[in-house]
């Protein structure tokens, strides 16, 4: 019987205590998200969490399958021409 009561109390302070170490971690959050959103409305810089997920977002969308690379841009013509040899050994 008391070893039963003792079992069920301490489950219960340890519950207690989980849901304290969890409330003030949110509290943590959430004053430091407020934190950011305010340094953001004052300094007009956005939190580097919002640039990052920004990027990847970016990056994600891009699909290698549709980027397709124009031929008409790459090509460059060029005048091709033989160059001495005696101008490469004068140059030695």
């Known amino acids: 019987m008391l070893n039963s009561l003792v079992s069920w109390l301490f489950k219960l302070v340890l519950l207690a205590l989980a849901v304290v170490f969890f409330a003030s971690l949110m509290v943590v959050l959430l004053l430091s998200l407020l934190l950011s959103l305010v340094r953001w409305l004052l300094t007009g810089r956005p939190p580097e969490v919002k640039v990052v997920m920004q990027r990847y977002k ?18 460059v013509d060029a005048e091709v021409r033989e160059i001495p040899r005696n101008h490469l050994e004068d140059k030695r």
């Not at 970016?58 to 031929?71: D, F, I, K, Y």
């Open 58 to 75: 970016h990056w994600q969308s891009r699909n290698p399958l549709q980027r397709r690379r124009t031929a008409s841009a790459d090509v």
